[in-house]
T-cell receptor, first 114, second 119 residues
Framework: GNSVTQMEGPVTLSEEAFLTINCTYT??????LFWYVQYPGEGLQLLLK?????DKGSNKGFEATYRKETTSFHLEKGSVQVSDSAVYFC?????????????FGKGTKLSVIP | GAVVSQHPSWVICKSGTSVKIECRSL??????MFWYRQFPKQSLMLMAT?????????EQGVEKDKFLINHASLTLSTLTVTSAHPEDSSFYIC???????????????FGDGTRLSIL
């Protein structure tokens, strides 16, 4: 079956540090890949996505590249801010007609300190 | 655009009562809505897929008589936790996928979640 594995947190960084959150997946075919962010007390928000190999999703300074050869979709940001403190979820949606369910990783909590 | 409203955001009730949670897509129609449960320090667990006009599809291990789902219109799905007990306390999140067809490439949009506490 499909699965998503992401690095366990929590991750604590100083402001302006470089961020990488690793995410690897197992799926048949060509899934779509997503990063969601959950700020404290709120629901999930879509951060970025990529739908085919070598696509790069980007938003709010975050980037992730769909690497089929390594089955990875690592999240990166060059300079984090305190406001980036949240839980980040990597997710995939299987390919194929009628496929729409998401499979999530366990989430990585990021804390950015001034 | 693509706003999903979930209500209530927080509910505390006594053991044995039933609690209804609403999930509304405010500016789009959604044939399909999803209900998730989030345990502390864990990921979201898909509970069921709610299909407008038909019975919900439950994931393995989720009691359909315990978690009643109704998707009466293209903009509203409800989850009722019947005879709730302390072990049902959790964070419940709904999501909706824009569109009225099957499949497609639209991402899901999530509500803000409902924190349910059963005393």
């Amino acid at each position: 079956g499909n699965s998503v594995t992401q690095m366990e947190g929590p991750v604590t960084l100083s402001e302006e540090a470089f961020l990488t959150i690793n995410c690897t997946y197992t799926a048949t075919g060509y899934p779509s890949l997503f990063w969601y962010v959950q700020y404290p007390g709120e629901g999930l928000q879509l951060l970025l996505k990529a739908t085919k190999a070598d696509d790069k999703g980007s938003n709010k300074g975050f980037e992730a590249t769909y690497r089929k050869e390594t089955t990875s979709f690592h999240l990166e940001k060059g300079s984090v801010q305190v406001s980036d403190s949240a839980v980040y979820f990597c997710a995939l949606r299987a390919s194929g007609a009628g496929s729409y369910q998401l499979t999530f990783g366990k989430g990585t909590k990021l804390s950015v300190i001034p | 655009g693509a706003v999903v409203s979930q209500h209530p955001s927080w509910v505390i009730c006594k053991s044995g009562t039933s609690v209804k949670i609403e999930c509304r897509s405010l500016d789009f129609q959604a044939t399909t809505m999803f209900w998730y449960r989030q345990f502390p320090k864990q990921s979201l667990m898909l509970m069921a897929t709610s299909n407008e006009g038909s019975k919900a599809t439950y994931e393995q291990g989720v009691e359909k008589d315990k978690f009643l789902i109704n998707h009466a219109s293209l903009t509203l799905s409800t989850l009722t936790v019947t005879s709730a007990h302390p072990e049902d306390s959790s964070f419940y999140i709904c999501s909706a996928r824009p569109g009225t067809g099957i499949g497609g490439n639209q991402p899901q949009h999530f509500g803000d979640g409902t924190r349910l506490s059963i005393l």
